[in-house]
């Protein structure tokens, strides 16, 4: 069974820092694709940033420069490391993972970890 918990999420200042942990079970980790996404109220949910089985990160434009993706095989974790924070960072943040199976893409999420930048 797939099972991704998020956390590190809180109130945190503009300009400020937090950083997001995932850790997965279920899976073989190092040979997948993991990633996370946000969903501010009223909004889609949307990729943060991702990161490849081989280490190669994308980032959103919003965020490139001051998030960091990174993960440790060894202990099955994914992070974001999120600098200089801005109050439209303001979101539920997800993990997230996916695998295909006959060509379909399966989606499996963590259950989101709230990430709210304000003075």
């Known amino acids: 069974q797939v099972r991704l918990v998020e956390s590190g999420g809180g109130l945190e200042q503009p300009g400020g820092s937090l950083r997001l942990s995932c850790a997965a079970s279920?899976?073989?980790?190092?040979?997948?694709?993991m990633g996370w996404y946000r969903q501010a109220e009223g909004k889609q949910r949307e990729l943060v940033a991702d990161?490849?089985?081989?280490?190669?990160?994308n980032y959103a434009d919003s965020v490139k420069g001051r998030f960091t993706i990174s993960r440790d095989n060894a202990k099955n974790t994914v992070y974001l490391q999120m600098n200089s924070l801005k109050p439209e960072d303001t979101a539920v943040y997800y993990c997230?993972?996916?695998?295909?199976?006959?060509?379909?893409?399966?989606?499996?999420w963590g259950q989101g970890t709230q990430v709210t930048v304000s003075s």
């Open positions: 997230n993972t996916f695998m295909h199976y006959n060509r379909i893409r399966r989606d499996y």
């Open positions: 279920g899976i073989v980790f190092s040979a997948l694709t």
């Open positions: 990161i490849t089985s081989g280490g190669t990160t």
